[in-house]
């Protein structure tokens, strides 16, 4: 089921999944190629990112975007090329980071359209450690956690995309960077291959007692993107005024209903209160956008002088994505995972 130059191949949303994606959820389909018009070119997915957002695109719950309408092309990130255009600017054969979506062509007047140039040295990383994973992590750390050298970072999902960047970007910031991560391979990875100081198994039966004895003088900073038992084990150990940035809350999307257990609410506000806590939820472009080349230029600099270090998982073929997916939301993706559509 390999791209061809005259059918368009389209992923869709054909219901919405009560708990977690299942095969049906998505439907591959066929149309033909659209036709670009004035003002319009013409892109050929290249790459398309997987990200744990697009869960929350399946569903018609009120957020911040607007969700996948069934029987709409799903929605994702992708590294696409020119294939003809009307644009100033784009050229055919151009890489450029767009919005195509899960499928193998799409028209675009260049709105929010970057390129990329014809050779890229690595044109599925601006979906990675270059594109909104990488983005996210340095401003969710610097903007919001405004580390100091000789404090505690806590990193959920240590080594994803998102976190294994935090991680690393705190240790260049002079922090105490304590992972966590699901197994001991990539525990192994975090502290071995990252730098961290430390990685905790998040599947251990005492995460709680091994996170405690991992930060002994408590946790200054902990970069939110799980929930569930992780935070759980990590409240208690917040030292007063310590941040706490919040990108995501995998381990909560595919839930249908709110945990067992009784209201902790009452608790978590409690100490957001006593502790003096700044607990804040981000959408990236939406609260940093404007600091993108900043944040271009540091992580160039980092790649360049092998500071820091990115795992990409490249995964073959348009009709894998939705399986790769549901592997995804489960963690048993190893790094950033990435669909090369063609």
Not at 152 to 181: D, E, F, R, S, Y
Request: proline share 6%; aromatic share 8%; net charge negative.
């Amino acid at each position: 089921m390999t791209q061809t130059d005259t059918t368009n191949r389209q992923l869709v949303l054909a219901e919405r999944p009560k708990g977690e994606p299942t095969a049906q959820t998505l439907r591959l389909t066929e149309a033909p190629i659209p036709q670009p018009g004035k003002g319009q070119m013409l892109l050929r997915t290249r790459y398309l990112s997987l990200d744990p957002y697009m869960r929350g695109r399946m569903s018609d719950a009120p957020s911040y975007a607007a969700p996948v309408e069934v029987g709409g092309v799903m929605v994702g990130g992708t590294v696409a090329e020119v294939v003809s255009s009307d644009i100033d600017g784009f050229a055919t054969g151009d890489l450029v980071l767009s919005g195509n979506g899960w499928q193998d062509y799409a028209l675009s007047d260049g709105t929010g359209v970057t390129n990329l140039g014809k050779t890229p040295e690595h044109p599925s990383w601006a979906l990675g450690i270059m594109g909104m994973p990488g983005f996210t992590a340095w401003a969710g750390l610097t903007q919001i956690g405004t580390p100091k050298a000789g404090e505690t970072l806590v990193v959920a999902a240590a080594t994803g995309p998102v976190g294994a960047t935090v991680g690393q970007i705190g240790k260049l910031m002079g922090l105490q960077v304590i992972g966590i991560a699901g197994g001991p391979e990539k525990c192994a990875y975090a502290v071995e291959e990252l730098g961290f100081d430390a990685c905790l198994d998040h599947k251990s039966d005492d995460l709680a007692a091994q996170l405690k004895q991992a930060c002994p003088a408590g946790i200054d900073i902990y970069f939110e993107n799980v929930g569930g038992k992780v935070l759980d084990a990590v409240i208690p150990l917040l030292n007063a005024f310590a941040r706490v940035p919040i990108c995501g809350l995998v381990s909560q999307y595919n839930a249908t209903s709110l945990p067992d257990g009784p209201d902790r609410m009452n608790w978590l506000m409690g100490n957001v209160l006593r502790k003096k806590l700044r607990v804040q939820g981000f959408i990236i472009f939406d609260n940093f956008g404007h600091l993108y080349p900043e944040f271009a230029k540091a992580m160039t600099g980092w790649i360049k002088d092998g500071k820091v270090k990115y795992r990409e998982e490249i995964i073959d073929g348009l009709e894998n994505a939705p399986e790769a997916f549901i592997g995804l939301l489960r963690g048993e993706n190893f790094g950033k995972r990435v669909i090369r559509v063609s």
